[in-house]
């Protein structure tokens, strides 16, 4: 099935809604150029730890980093966009990449377990859903901020994350899960694991929960409607992974491939827009070439 | 000693032996991944007979395997990591293991577990999670290197009615080389070796030589039972000192529990063990923490023989 237009909201572009975007592409194009860099480095074999590149996925995080502010984090391995949209210090993250010990984690793991606490973000183990139940113990000593607990499809799956629905439910938890779905657990689609859909699952256990593709405005749209209730809720955002699960190589695009970044840039450039698309891309791409060379010499 | 043979490589005979297990047994292999991500490094055959994809579920999925172990399939589970023991491991050891003796009918699961190092393997992933399951009772535990010794613990498996934990390691994947255990006369040292660092016998043997040093080296296939052969206790007698090495945790595991054993067995021995060293491994080449090298071993050696 092609999600690309998945129960995506139809919405005027007016001059709001074209700022918002503006806004929220900006971050996109900062964490694109960010993990291309990282991919080019790796490529070359500059570096070899564990890296979960983002890209195609970017426009989750910078929409609900724009959208719920002063929220506590908890990704899982693919997390360097929460980190960059919730303004991670992209330098500590190449230092961390590449096995520094300047880096979030003193160059302990490689992509999973970028950990922040001045931004509220969490790090990952490196066992797939681990952070959900973990996210939840949090949530329920801090009910006053909002934690925010992302999670992939494959994960979605885990025993300990279904049960964390019911305990989240139960008690009231004011938590959004987000499951980033790209359909794939590493190369594995999901109608080869499962037969149910996610939604339903946390529907069932008494979650408010919505299924929709990753049009930021939808998503910033949806979540505004949600942040509101301080209750357990849940969006799987359906998304496209455009690179390898880990490491740097290009995975074979799909019948139903779509490129969030490129739709959206189309929409601007569509818009009068070209110019601000133009300079942001410019920008960042100059700004992640630098960065990454200059600390890539500290090896 | 090393001794080349121009057969299969490991992970052939496992691919092999799985086939047959499907065709002739009405067996299956189960787990998580396992078709779509180069077939768990080419060791389950391409096929979809008999392959039964799991969800990402790692608590339930061990309980699946011990269910169908239980409908009489003997199944092959396959853990694509030994981090995910950990998440697996109730209802192997308390379920499987244990059904025999509080049921009266088994649970024969083949729990392939494998074991994977370097600077992308990280903080969780690296190496084996072999030992905590040793605690338990009613969980035969081997780590084979080797084809052959893979056949030998297959056809064990095959005839027992137990569950049987396989210490895998992805280093063996590609050899194809079989291991003899090297008994010198005049050696100062003996030295067992237990799962990847047995690809540095070799290594370890000239690099010792080189030091004046002559040591008897034995390749553990079996973790548990651990049974203490003839040739360990002469070796132990002529040398009077040991080190029992293993690709994970060098403190409170197998390695330890067995020189605890040998030198209880040769009086006026002493045994050590060495492993990874008791801290988290990082990705970074400034946090390694894997199977020892050949220097570390090497040193350790020394130390040992020159009582310090
Ligand atoms: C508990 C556990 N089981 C299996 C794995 C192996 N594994 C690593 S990443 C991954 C894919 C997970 O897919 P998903 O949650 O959708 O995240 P994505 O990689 O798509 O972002 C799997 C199965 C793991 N790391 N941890
Ligand atoms: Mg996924």
Known sequence: MNFQNYNILKLSYNQKNIELLKKIFFKMSYIRQFELRAYESRLEKKFETLIYLCLGQESIYSTVALSIKNSISFGQHRGHGIYLANGGSPKKLVDELIGLNTGTNKGMGGSPPIFDKKIGMYGHVGLIGDQVPVAAGYSLVNKSKKTICYFGDGAAEEDYVLATFGFASQKKLNILFICDDNDLSVLTPTKDRRSWKLVDVAKSFGINAIDITDDPLTIYYNIKKIEKKNVPALINIRTCREYWHEGAGKDKEGKYFWSRYKIVKKILENKNQEKFVNSTEMLHKKWSKKLWEKQLQKL | ?308
């Open chain 2, 1 to 308: 000693m090393v001794k080349k043979i121009m057969g299969k490589t490991v992970a052939e005979t496992i691919r092999d032996i799985s086939k047959k297990h499907i065709e002739k047994n009405k067996g299956v292999i189960m787990g998580q991944c396992l078709s779509a991500v180069g077939w768990v490094q080419n060791t389950v055959p391409a096929q979809k007979k008999g392959i039964i994809e799991f969800p990402m579920t790692d608590v339930a999925g061990a309980g699946f395997a011990v269910g169908a172990a239980v409908g009489g399939r003997k199944p092959i589970f396959i853990l694509r990591f030994q981090s995910f023991l950990w998440l697996n491991a109730s209802p192997l050891i308390n379920n499987a293991a244990k059904s025999k003796e509080i049921f009266g009918y088994s649970a024969p699961v083949f729990i392939r577990a494998i074991a994977s190092e370097g600077i992308s393997s990280g903080p969780i992933h690296t190496n084996c999670y072999h030992s905590p399951f040793a605690h338990m009772p009613g969980l035969p535990i081997c780590a084979p290197m080797t084809p052959k010794e893979y056949k030998k613990i297959w056809q064990f498996f095959k005839k027992s009615d137990l569950p049987l934990l396989v210490s895998e390691h992805r280093r063996s994947y590609k050899e194809k080389k079989e291991f003899i255990d090297d008994i010198n006369k005049n050696s100062k040292v003996t030295l067992f070796l237990i799962s990847a660092v047995r690809f540095q016998s070799l290594e370890i043997k000239n690099k010792l030589k080189k030091l004046g040093i002559t040591a008897d080296i034995f390749h553990l296939l079996w973790l548990k039972p651990f049974n203490i052969k003839k040739k360990y206790i002469d070796s132990l007698k002529k040398t009077k000192k040991a080190i029992v090495i293993d690709s994970t945790y060098e403190i409170c595991g197998i390695s330890e529990h067995i020189a605890y054993k040998l030198m209880n067995k040769v009086k006026g021995t002493k045994v050590i063990n060495l492993g990874m060293k008791d801290r988290s491994p990082g990705c970074s080449v400034k946090f390694i923490n894997g199977t020892p090298s050949s220097n570390e071993v090497c040193k350790k050696v020394s130390k040992l023989i020159n009582n310090k």
